[in-house]
């Protein structure tokens, strides 16, 4: 099973139970919004007054997460010509060579080639390279991270994936000039904790650990649920069986005004241009109306 990090209501109810298993009852009923210095190191401390021993939830925590989950799944944007390669392949980091081919090859012609050379190599692609870049959920893609109920298509999907729409925007390109050709596609992709960096791991761990409390004890509507992870970057390539879905989003591309339940799922392998059910957690989900959260 792999957690969608804006279906807090799911993963809420599956962890929640940990909360119990690790906090004294007194702790729980004395935890409120405005504890300080924060709500895990509240928590911490009012538990080691009852234990005798202080110790970090959060490592604790992490290792029931990833117990609980084999990963994420995560939302890839790209742009492709067809889905042949991703059936086959999957989805592979290119190489820092590979990148600045592909800039070339996209870009040449359409800006002064000293211009072009500037902006390939002011998009770090020696950084850049040998990664998979992703949403940490469709919430995020969308753009519906602070309350929006409708959002629009990743310009990733627009340029054709991470780096391109780095270097048409360095190069002052314009969205019709990036889409000459190809189809805006997003992909739902379930990516395992091991192909993932640690530090990676445990921002996502922090970040539902929180939103497992905001869900448990407040109202979760005033709230962003999302977390601060907003990008998942692999150095794994994604095989073809770690795609669970796709969407073309090409009639949608330009619009701001996209729902949730706009996105027209199919499964990778059997995409045949006709709509299918979709499951709730990537179409029904309301995130409207959240407040912020330092």
Known sequence: MYLEIDDFKKWGERLAPWLTQRFHPEVLARFGETVQPDWISWLDAEQATRTGTYESSKKPFELHMQYSYEGIRVIHATRLDNLDTVRSS????????????AAYDRFRGEVESAMLERSIEGCLPDHRGGRVYSFASLSHALGLNYGNCVGSIPDFAIHGGEFLRCVALQAGLGVQNARRSGRAFLLACDVPWEF??????????????FNLLTWRFFDASRYSMLGSVECISTTRDIPPKQIQLVADVEHLVGRKDIARSEIRWERVHRFVGQEMSVPTTLAENDYSNPSERS
Not at 90 to 96: E, I, M
Not at 196 to 209: K, R, S, T, W, Y
Request: hydrophobic share 40%.
């Open 90 to 101: 999957g989805l592979r980091g290119w190489s820092p060579s590979e990148l600045r081919s």
């Open 196 to 209: 993932m960096p640690d530090g990676l791991v445990q921002g996502i761990a922090q970040d539902i650990f």
